[in-house]
């Protein structure tokens, strides 16, 4: 939202204004440009208690879905009239229930370019991947000299993945953080936004090792724009009952250089405990992946795509 203000948009979020906007925690914080909200806006999203109508949709130019595709579907019908762009986020959903809407307009901006892989896949109007602003986070230095992961619910939503991160980090300092971990050891639970900005700065080193079937996450992200050394989970690695992987960050990480890829608990002991103990090799790979990272994910690629992208459905 703060990038589309930035590009000179107008910009409203029905989601700032319900009750999960005000979770406490590690959640990520409400967007700035909520503080420019439209008064009038606000006033017409009150009238409406919820019920999206097409009066109130034609106050706006275009609507942009993160996601929730149910949405859509359910208000197909007082959107249609307008540029609808669902924005994908790389999991969790059939893409061909959206085909039919597609078919009668519906723009799609992927995530991640691996999306394609998926069997569902219904092609995109754009990719435009995520973003960090570099300004925000770092400069990495090391202090901390431990292993540092972030996953919510670890074992519930990755048990296959967690049993590889406690083969790898066995007899390595290292610290677990997200919720509904507490039977996990070194959980350390639901940090600060601004504490968790700091413990990328800190770390020894970021272990990405969960969700490897999906194109890329934020944490992956905010750790490497960080500087922080990255060792993930590499394409040899297999855990069963998952979908056809989408992971991009095997395509983005070139092993060596500007981080690790492993592909067994052993492979990533080794590298971890190699990183930690090696401060040259940690900062020629913290050099590097920032690099890659600010190229890849930096808010002015983002900027940059999404004016081109607004301009070719003719929105300036």
């Known amino acids: 939202m703060d990038l589309l203000y930035e590009l000179g948009h107008t910009v409203f979020s029905l989601g700032v204004f319900s009750p999960l906007s005000d979770r406490q925690g590690n959640w990520r914080p409400r967007p700035r440009v909520m503080e420019h909200c439209v008064e009038p806006l606000k006033e017409e999203f009150v009238k409406i208690n919820g019920a999206i109508t097409r009066e109130f949709v034609d106050l706006f130019d275009a609507v942009l879905v993160m996601h929730d595709l149910e949405f859509i579907q359910r208000n197909w019908e007082a959107l249609k009239h307008k540029k609808v762009i669902w924005r994908t986020i790389g999991q969790g959903v059939d893409e061909q229930a959206a085909k039919r809407l597609k078919d009668e307009g519906l723009?799609?901006?992927?995530?991640?370019?691996?999306?394609?892989?998926?069997?569902?896949?219904?092609?995109?109007?754009?990719?435009?991947?995520?973003y960090k602003d570099a300004r925000l986070y770092g400069p990495w230095t090391g202090q901390d000299g431990g292993i540092l992961t972030f996953s919510n619910a670890y074992k519930q939503r990755y048990p296959h993945e967690l049993e590889f991160f406690e083969a790898s980090v066995k007899g390595l300092p290292y610290k677990l953080g997200g919720g509904m971990n507490e039977d996990i050891q070194n959980a350390i639970g639901l940090v600060d936004f601004a504490d968790q900005i700091s413990m990328y700065s800190t770390?020894?080193?970021?272990?990405?090792?969960?969700?490897?079937?999906?194109?890329?996450?934020?944490?992956?992200i905010e750790s490497f724009i960080t500087g922080a050394p990255v060792i993930a989970i590499g394409s040899k690695a297999s855990f069963p009952g998952y979908p056809v992987s989408c992971n991009e960050i095997v395509d983005i990480i070139k092993h060596g250089e500007n981080g690790f890829l492993v592909n067994t608990p052993a492979e990533a002991h080794d590298i971890l405990k190699e990183v930690l103990n090696s401060p040259a090799l940690a900062a020629k790979i913290s050099r590097a992946g920032r690099n890659t990272a600010v190229e890849k994910f930096g808010k002015e690629t983002a900027l940059s795509a999404w004016k081109s992208f607004f301009h070719t459905i003719g929105i300036s």
């Open 107 to 130: 723009l799609v901006v992927g995530w991640s370019h691996a999306e394609a892989k998926q069997s569902s896949f219904i092609g995109r109007d754009a990719v435009i991947y995520s």
């Open 203 to 220: 770390c020894g080193a970021y272990f990405y090792a969960h969700g490897s079937y999906i194109p890329y996450t934020l944490n992956f």
